[in-house]
C-alpha cells in the first residue's frame, strides 16, 4: 500500500504543486472587462463590422487605445481607435470595419486593449472590499506597469465549403476523401480536434487508466483529490476525448483496425459519463466508426454506425454533417432517392452550407 501510494503522490505532484501555486496567487479585483463580437458572419470580399465593448468596473479610465489583430491579408478601416473617459460603472463601444480576402481553416480576430491603469481607484478598491489582504494586493498592484494590455479572441473559420463558423466541436472541417463519391462530390466529413496533440492524448488516456487502477487500491483516493480540487470527472472527459483523438490520427494515416479498436474502447467508456457533457464527442465518434467501417466496405455496419450518431440527438446542428454522410453512403449504394432525401434534410441545419448546396444539386440532376 505505502508503494502504491509513493506512485499516486508522484502522479500528480506537478497538478497538486499548481493548485497550491495558484491558491497563494494575489487576485486583485477585476477592473474592467474587454468584448469583441462580430455584427454579422463574414462573407468572403464583403465588409462587415466588428464591435468592441469596454467596461470600466473600477474607477475612471482616461484612455484606452484598440486595435484588430486580424487575418494576414484582410482589411481594416483603421490601425487602432482610441477610448477616452470612460467612468466607473459605464461601458464605451468602437466599431472597426473590416474586409475578409481570404478564406480560413482556422482564423482569428483578436482585439488588443491598451489602458492606462488607474492605481488609485483600484486602490481604494482593494481597501474598501479587501482590508485583511490590502496590504499584499496593494504591493503587488505596484510592480504592474503604467500600461496593462489585455486581449479577446473571435476564433473562426471561413470556408468555400460552408461559409462562416465559431471553431470547436460544432464545426468539422475535414473531408475523408480517401473515401470516393462520384464526381463533383467530396468525401465524408468527420471532426478532428487540432489543438490536442497525439502525445497529449495519449498521456490523458495513460493518466486515467493510473487513477483507476491506483483507485481499485485505494477506494478513498478520488474522495481526497476531489477534496484537493481535482476534478475526476474532467478527467475522465480528458480520457474520453484522448481516445477520439488517437483514433482520428490512425484513421487518417489509413490504420482502420487500430482506429477501431480505439474507438471501441471509447464506446465501453462511455458508460457511466454524464450524456450531456459528451454528446458532441459521441456523435463525433459514432460517426467516425462508420466511416472506418466504409473505408473497410463493410458499409451495413458503416449505415448501421452513422444512424447512431444521428439518433444520438436529431436535433443536434452536427446532424448536418452526419446526414450528409449517410446521404453519400447511400449514393454509393445507388439509392438516389433516399441520398437526395438525407442531403436535402442536412440543408435543414444550416445556411450556407455550400458543398452541401452543390452536391444536393448534383443529386438531384438527372
Known amino acids: 500500500m505505502k508503494a502504491i501510494l509513493i506512485k499516486v503522490l508522484t502522479v500528480f505532484f506537478l497538478l497538486y504543486t499548481a493548485l497550491a501555486s495558484q491558491a497563494a496567487t494575489i487576485q486583485l479585483p477585476e477592473w474592467y472587462r474587454l468584448e469583441v463580437a462580430l455584427n454579422s458572419p463574414p462573407v468572403l ?135 470516393k463519391i462520384a464526381e463533383g462530390f467530396r468525401g465524408p466529413v468527420y471532426f478532428d480536434d487540432a489543438i490536442i496533440t497525439t502525445h497529449q492524448a495519449q498521456t490523458d488516456v495513460e493518466m486515467y487508466e493510473k487513477l483507476v487502477n491506483y483507485s481499485k487500491a485505494d477506494p478513498d483516493l478520488e474522495k481526497k483529490l476531489a477534496e484537493s480540487g481535482v476534478d475526476i470527472e474532467q478527467k475522465k472527459i480528458d480520457q474520453l476525448n484522448g481516445l477520439y483523438v488517437l483514433a482520428t490520427r490512425m484513421f487518417i494515416e489509413g490504420n482502420a483496425e487500430e482506429a477501431l479498436n480505439m474507438i471501441n474502447r471509447f464506446e465501453t467508456e462511455i458508460a457511466g459519463s454524464k450524456p450531456d457533457v459528451i454528446e458532441n464527442l459521441e456523435i463525433a465518434a459514432f460517426n467516425l466508426k462508420g466511416l472506418l467501417f466504409w473505408q473497410m466496405n463493410q458499409k451495413r455496419m458503416a449505415e448501421d454506425f452513422l444512424k447512431k450518431a444521428f439518433y444520438r440527438n436529431r436535433k443536434n446542428p452536427l446532424q448536418r454533417y452526419v446526414l450528409r454522410n449517410i446521404g453519400l453512403l447511400m449514393l454509393v449504394n445507388g439509392e438516389k432517392s433516399t441520398a437526395q432525401q438525407m442531403l436535402d434534410l442536412a440543408l435543414t441545419f444550416k445556411t450556407g452550407y455550400t458543398q452541401l448546396e452543390i452536391e444536393s444539386a448534383k443529386a438531384k440532376a438527372p
Open 45 to 179: 470580399h464583403k465588409e462587415l463590422e466588428v464591435n468592441v465593448s469596454f467596461q470600466s468596473l473600477v474607477g475612471n479610465i482616461e484612455e484606452a487605445l484598440v486595435r484588430l489583430i486580424i487575418p494576414d491579408g484582410w482589411t481594416v478601416d483603421a490601425a487602432e481607435k482610441k477610448m477616452n473617459n470612460v467612468k466607473a460603472g459605464k461601458s464605451s463601444n468602437l466599431t472597426f470595419k473590416i474586409t475578409p480576402t481570404t478564406y480560413l481553416k482556422q482564423g482569428s480576430i483578436i482585439a488588443e486593449a491598451s489602458i492606462k491603469v488607474p492605481f488609485a481607484d483600484i486602490e481604494a478598491e482593494i481597501k474598501k472590499q479587501h482590508p485583511e489582504q490590502a496590504e499584499g494586493m496593494i504591493e503587488a498592484l505596484k510592480s504592474w506597469p503604467a500600461v496593462s494590455k489585455r486581449y479577446n479572441e473571435i476564433s473562426f473559420a471561413l470556408m468555400a465549403e460552408e461559409t462562416f463558423y465559431p471553431l470547436g466541436q460544432g464545426m468539422w472541417l475535414n473531408y475523408a476523401d480517401q473515401i
